[in-house]
Every structure is written in structure tokens, then in C-alpha cells.
């Protein structure tokens, strides 16, 4: 409906721009007046393989260029030279945020083998420690949903690509419970497609 549009006669500003990085994600919301924002990303520039980012504003609307934009890096684990291009972030109302992302462990001329990883951060990115909320039994960032899955990355569901496929959602009247869901290659070409759930914000995890 036109009546609802907006056109603008001037460019939008960059707020961000570096090479190497893949595949933003966003995610958006205002808690308590402002407004912040979430982007996951694979950037290719961060150290150790650990390529499974979050750029976020605690303050975008108002915030000094580049609208308080910083970036983090959520993998604190060894990988093959790079996360899953799929990094996913969410958030709730009451400010807490998450992100998932596919660690790639092993492989790469198959499957990569793959864990789903779950980060948090209570206070949504404004405290010291950003996405350590959630410790995994190793004592590092984040808790592993499920390990061992297989990724081909250049598989194909139909027309498209599908070898890397991953989404989370939080509960938004409670921000402990959170879904994770995911694709997985199957022998023989197959694929399954998995959903858990925690209502402990991610310290635990149900079955399929």
C-alpha cells in the first residue's frame, strides 16, 4: 500500500564496511528507549578461525558513528579455519539477547562436522562480558545443542543450497525459553531437520 511508504531522496549512511564477511543476519528491538541491534555474521577478518561474529549496537538510533557499532567474535572454540556461514542472533523484550552458530570441527572435503552452539548475554550486549552469560562444561562460552552433525555445505535441497541452515527464537514473555532448529545431511543424501528447546536460557537442552 503506497500510503504506507516512505521514499527517501538521499542515500542511507554506511555505518559499517570491511571485506571478507559473510552472510548478516538481523535482529532489532528497543529496550527501555533504545534501540538495539544485532547482526550475526561469518567474519572472515577475526583471529584462530573463529569467524562466528555479532556486530551490535546497545544504542543505534543516537549512539556516535558508527552508531556505537562494535564487533565480537562468539566462537571461543578450535574450528577447521571457519564457522558455518549461518550465525543467528536473537533477542527479548527484557533485553536479553542470544546467538547460534554452526561450529565446523573437522572435515571439509565431505560434510564438515558440526556442533550447534548456543551464546548468551543478560545484559545484551551492555556489560563487560559480551555473550559470556552462558558457560559450556569445557568453561568456555556457550553450551553445544547437539554435536557430530553433518554440513555439506554445497548440498542441495531442490534448486537451492542448503548445507548450512540454522535458526534460533527466544520466547517473548520468557526470555529463558528459547528454539533452536537446524538441518542436518542424512546417509544417502537425506536430511533432517531438528528442533530443541531450553527454558533454562540455554543451559540445558531437550531431545529432537
Known amino acids: 500500500n503506497p500510503r504506507y511508504l516512505l521514499f527517501l531522496m538521499a542515500p542511507m549512511t ?8 559473510d552472510q548478516p543476519f538481523l535482529d532489532a528491538r528497543t529496550v527501555s528507549g533504545s534501540d538495539r541491534v544485532y547482526i550475526g ?6 583471529s584462530s578461525g ?8 546497545t544504542n543505534a538510533a543516537t549512539a556516535a558513528a558508527p552508531a556505537g557499532f562494535s564487533t565480537t567474535s562468539i566462537e571461543k572454540r578450535g574450528t577447521v579455519g571457519q ?3 549461518s550465525v543467528r542472533a536473537a533477542s527479548a523484550p527484557d533485553g536479553r539477547a542470544y546467538g547460534a552458530f554452526l561450529g565446523w570441527r573437522s572435515g571439509g572435503s565431505g560434510p564438515y562436522v558440526s556442533d550447534v552452539v548456543v551464546v548468551r548475554d543478560d545484559a545484551g550486549g551492555t556489560g563487560s562480558t559480551k555473550f ?4 559450556g562444561s569445557d568453561g568456555l562460552a556457550g553450551t553445544k545443542v547437539a554435536t557430530g552433525q553433518n554440513m555439506t555445505f554445497n548440498s542441495t535441497l531442490g ?4 548445507g548450512s541452515s ?5 520466547d517473548p514473555t520468557d526470555s529463558l525459553t528459547v528454539y533452536v532448529a537446524w538441518g542436518e545431511d542424512g546417509t544417502g543424501g537425506g536430511w533432517t531437520l531438528h528442533l530443541r528447546r531450553s527454558v533454562n536460557g540455554g543451559a540445558t537442552w531437550s531431545s529432537d
Open 166 to 170: 540454522l535458526s534460533i527464537a527466544v
Open 41 to 46: 555474521n561469518n567474519n572472515f577478518n577475526a
Open 132 to 135: 559470556g552469560s552462558l558457560i
Open 50 to 57: 573463529h569467524t562466528g561474529s555479532i556486530d551490535f549496537s
Open 83 to 85: 564457522d558455518g556461514p
Open 159 to 162: 534448486t537451492n543450497r542448503a
Open 14 to 21: 554506511i555505518l559499517l564496511d570491511r571485506a571478507n564477511d
